[in-house]
């Protein structure tokens, strides 16, 4: 089955500095890649996502790159506030499937 | 904006005991899932929910766990008799559609098995 590693677990950043979160995954079948923020006490709540047939996506700070031949997929938060800070998830999806695989989450803090 | 909610918040529960753990998801969702995560590790799958029948299991969704859509609002997930490591945080999703489809996660409710 799939399988999704993410790297680093954890992150400190200069606030107003860029942030780059990476992930692999393993099944070549995996077309969709969602990115998910958890806060203290919350459910992971998606912030940007991208299917195989992109290669970049943006939403105003946040971005997420894929590369399919490689099977890497990468977040990038530039200009990082302090309201950035939470655990990040990258995640993986097959149309086979109807079942999300996360990687292990990277912890973000946001230095002021 | 609708979202995904999840009764009670913390559930602390005797070893052997049943709980179940309550959701209601968004209303014109017809996908529902159940997830968990222990401390500190990956959210992991456990089900998934379809047309008032499972679609995919885990190996963790063994005969211990059951799933239920009561009425038209509530989706249930039934732990029969607890054991110390089924102690996470359980998240209940929902989505419009099946497959590589956004899924909306509640808040969770964190099991705490004595």
């Known amino acids: 089955g799939e399988n999704v590693e993410q790297h680093p677990s954890t992150l400190s950043v200069q606030e107003g500095d860029s942030a780059v979160i990476k992930c692999t995954y393993s099944?070549?079948?995996?077309?969709?890649f969602p990115w998910y923020k958890q806060e203290l006490g919350k459910g992971p709540q998606l912030i940007i996502d991208?299917?195989?047939?992109?290669g970049e996506k943006k939403d105003q700070r946040i971005a997420v790159t894929l590369n399919k031949t490689a099977k890497h997929f990468s977040l990038h938060i530039t200009e990082t506030q302090p309201e950035d800070s939470a655990v990040y998830f990258c995640?993986?999806?097959?149309?086979?499937?109807?079942?999300?695989?996360f990687g292990k989450g990277t912890r973000l803090h946001i230095l002021p | 904006e609708p979202e995904v909610t999840q009764t009670p918040s913390h559930q602390v529960t005797q070893m052997g005991q049943e709980v179940i753990l309550r959701c209601v998801p968004i209303?014109?969702?017809?996908?529902f899932y159940w997830y968990r995560q222990i401390l500190g590790q990956k959210v992991e799958f456990l089900v998934s929910?379809?047309?008032?029948?499972?679609?995919?299991k885990s190996e963790i969704f063994d005969d211990q766990f059951s799933v239920e859509r009561p009425d038209g609002s509530n989706f249930t997930l039934k732990i029969r008799s607890t054991k110390l490591e089924d102690s996470a945080m359980y998240f209940c999703?929902?989505?419009?559609?099946?497959?590589?489809?956004?899924?909306?996660f509640g808040p969770g409710t964190r099991l705490t098995v004595l």
């Open positions: 999703a929902s989505s419009a559609r099946l497959a590589a489809h956004e899924q909306f």
């Open positions: 099944d070549s079948a995996s077309n969709y």
């Open positions: 991208i299917r195989s047939n992109v």
């Open positions: 995640a993986a999806m097959a149309n086979r499937d109807d079942k999300i695989i």
């Open positions: 209303s014109n969702h017809l996908y």
């Open positions: 929910f379809y047309n008032n029948e499972i679609s995919e």
